[in-house]
Structures are given as structure tokens and as C-alpha cells.
Nanobody, 124 residues
Framework: QVKLIESGGGLVQAGGSLRLSCAASERTFSSRAMGWFRQAPGKEREFVAAIASSGAFTTYADSVKGRFTISRDNGKNTVYLQMSSLKPEDTAVYYC?????????????????WGQGTQVTVSS
């Protein structure tokens, strides 16, 4: 099973930016889609963004479209989430996950091997 380690979370003011990274332990990473999800206190985990194995296709939740950008470097087994124009409602624990296939998925059932999460806090 692929192990994932997220980093890059922290405290930022509204309007600021952060870049999350997710490093995978195996080269099978390059053949799988990757996704980012988040979970705020008292809420269910929700989809944020996903990228196909090739990096050619991406999809975003409506709440982050135009502000967040997902990308990947298969040579480094790493996926990124660039977050800009952050809002207090973006505050959550962010998780990356490995897709079951190479195609992008928006539902959590399309993913396995979840990371431990990284906290993002946006102050108003």
C-alpha cells in the first residue's frame, strides 16, 4: 500500500496563500490519479481537487475553483495543491489520497491509501 506524507499546512490570514505537498512512497504513484480532500470540524470530509495520472486532466470543487491549483511531479512522486485567496471557510485538515485508477474521481470511494492530513487554518 502506498504511504503518503502531507506537508505545507499552517496558519495564514484571509487572502493569503499556501502550497500543500504530498509525497508518495512508491513509483506506482505515477500510474494513479491523485486527489485532495478536506474535513472541517463537525463536517464530513469533502472533495477539493483531483488530477489524472498523466497530469493532463484536473477537476475542482466549485468552492475552490479559480483559487486552488492541483499539480503533480511524477519524477518526484509528489502532488501539490496551490491555494490562493484563502478564506476562513477553507480552514480544515487537508488529506491527499491515491486513486484506485489513473482517471480522476470526485468521490472518496475512488481512492485508497490516505495520508495523515495537514492542518490549514485561515484567520479573518
Amino acid at each position: 500500500q502506498v504511504k503518503l506524507i502531507e506537508s505545507g499546512g499552517g496558519l495564514v490570514q484571509a487572502g493569503g496563500s499556501l502550497r500543500l505537498s504530498c509525497a508518495a512512497s512508491e513509483r506506482t504513484f505515477s500510474s494513479r490519479a491523485m486527489g485532495w480532500f478536506r474535513q472541517a470540524p463537525g463536517k464530513e470530509r469533502e472533495f477539493v481537487a483531483a488530477i489524472a495520472s498523466s497530469g493532463a486532466f484536473t477537476t475542482y470543487a466549485d468552492s475552490v475553483k479559480g483559487r486552488f491549483t492541483i499539480s503533480r511531479d511524477n519524477g518526484k512522486n509528489t502532488v501539490y495543491l496551490q491555494m490562493s485567496s484563502l478564506k476562513p471557510e477553507d480552514t480544515a485538515v487537508y488529506y491527499c489520497a491515491v486513486g484506485i485508477t489513473s482517471s480522476i474521481q470526485r468521490g472518496s470511494r475512488g481512492y485508497e491509501s490516505w495520508g495523515q492530513g495537514t492542518q490549514v487554518t485561515v484567520s479573518s
